[in-house]
């Protein structure tokens, strides 16, 4: 199965392909999409629908695995990564995923079986589970990748 994890964001999108094959996760593609502080949101989101659309495209991937949105401290920074999201089940969905949501609880719980984990415990076992030398960079990307563990997990 290919899964494609997302922790959606309109300045940083982060993104993680991985393969699961025998219960074992190998990643194949992560990073990020970036878009301008300063530009237009409307611009910002169709920059990220349309690298988004290209990563899936190119990818021949199965399953979407995103991040919900779970703070509100800053209300026009909930906004705005709620229009991302939107954005980003929107590319899913006219692209056929089937598509899966999990709350930051969640993913903490599913790697490290314990939901008040911290970034740095979350980094590291996506390194340990991808088996890669370093933790993902940036954090969004890493992220992303827990975002699709965490569905690898999921449906064991």
Do not use: W
């Not at 495209?57 to 979407?64: F, W, Y």
């Amino acid at each position: 199965m290919r899964i494609l994890g997302i922790d959606p964001g309109t300045g940083i999108l982060g993104f993680g392909v991985i393969d699961v094959v025998k219960g074992k996760s190998q990643l194949v593609d992560a990073g990020v999409i970036r878009t301008p502080v300063k530009e237009d949101d409307a611009i910002r989101l169709e920059t990220i629908f349309n690298e988004l659309t290209d990563i899936i495209a190119q990818n021949k991937l199965e399953v979407m695995s995103v991040e919900k949105l779970f703070f509100a401290q800053n209300v026009s920074t909930a906004m705005t990564v709620a229009q991302a999201r939107g954005v980003v089940l929107l590319a899913g969905k006219q692209a056929g995923l089937e598509i899966f949501e999990y709350t930051p609880l969640q993913i903490k719980q599913a790697l490290t079986g314990y939901g008040r984990a911290d970034k740095k415990q979350i980094q590291e076992m996506v390194r340990v589970i991808l088996n890669l030398k370093e933790v993902p960079k940036p954090d969004d990307c890493a992220d992303a990748l827990a975002a699709a563990i965490t569905h690898s997990m999921t449906m064991r």
